[in-house]
T-cell receptor, first 118, second 111 residues
Framework: EAGVAQSPRYKIIEKRQSVAFWCNPI?????LYWYQQILGQGPKLLIQ????????DSQLPKDRFSAERLKGVDSTLKIQPAKLEDSAVYLC????????????????FGPGTRLTVL | SQQGEEDPQALSIQEGENATMNCSYK?????LQWYRQNSGRGLVHLIL?????REKHSGRLRVTLDTSKKSSSLLITASRAADTASYFC???????????FGAGTRLFVKA
């Protein structure tokens, strides 16, 4: 079974530039997650989709970050404009659909995109 | 804000020894999970323990959960060099959907 695919694997940009990350989840996984992992810290959830609807985006800096999941499959996360503090690894994960508040399904992670903002 | 906090932040042991990592969290949960992350890679799910369970085993892993203290521990027995990685606990609030990870414990197993 193919895993979660992400691209690019690495990206270096200057501050104030824009960048986009792409994620292709495991086939049949309705729930998709984007995490930001700063060096030395645990992943922080940015946004969570169930099919093409947003379940949680409470920690997404909406003034500069946006994400979409058209057709409920692939997803794109965009940063515009980037700041120095956005340097991190951006992880995409997917899981089977959640069935209610407090529920959980095992999340399968992609390899991540390492972003460096200069 | 991060909910799970791991202790210790880093741990270095000899191959064959046991490694114990602890996690604390702040709110009511339905379950708690442990993940492993090898350097430069994505996370891999290790084990899940539900709020009505006190202990769970999977191979060389033993997880305990104390909901009264809002804490969990992960024990890796007979460690191997391949166990060298960062270990994270993660929780989902009982009334929500959001997964919250702790800061992680960095384990180094010396051969």
């Amino acid at each position: 079974e193919a895993g979660v695919a992400q691209s690019p694997r690495y990206k270096i940009i200057e501050k104030r530039q824009s960048v986009a990350f792409w994620c292709n989840p495991i086939s049949g996984h309705a729930t998709l997650y984007w995490y930001q992992q700063i060096l030395g810290q645990g992943p922080k959830l940015l946004i969570q989709f169930q099919n093409n609807g947003v379940v949680d985006d409470s920690q997404l800096p909406k003034d500069r970050f946006s994400a979409e999941r058209l057709k409920g499959v692939d997803s794109t996360l965009k940063i515009q404009p980037a700041k120095l503090e956005d340097s991190a690894v951006y992880l995409c994960a997917s899981s089977l659909p959640l069935r209610g508040l407090g529920s959980y399904n095992e999340q399968f992670f992609g390899p991540g995109t390492r972003l460096t903002v200069l | 804000s991060q909910q799970g906090e791991e202790d210790p932040q880093a741990l270095s042991i000899q191959e064959g020894e046991n490694a114990t990592m602890n996690c604390s969290y702040k709110t009511s949960i339905n379950n708690l999970q442990w993940y492993r992350q090898n350097s430069g890679r994505g996370l891999v799910h290790l084990i899940l323990i539900r709020s009505n369970e006190r202990e769970k085993h999977s191979g060389r892993l033993r997880v305990t959960l104390d909901t009264s203290k809002k804490s969990s521990s992960l024990l890796i027995t007979a460690s191997r060099a391949a166990d060298t990685a960062s270990y994270f606990c993660a929780t989902v609030e009982a009334g929500g959907f959001k997964t919250i990870f702790g800061a992680g414990t960095r384990l180094f197993v010396k051969a």
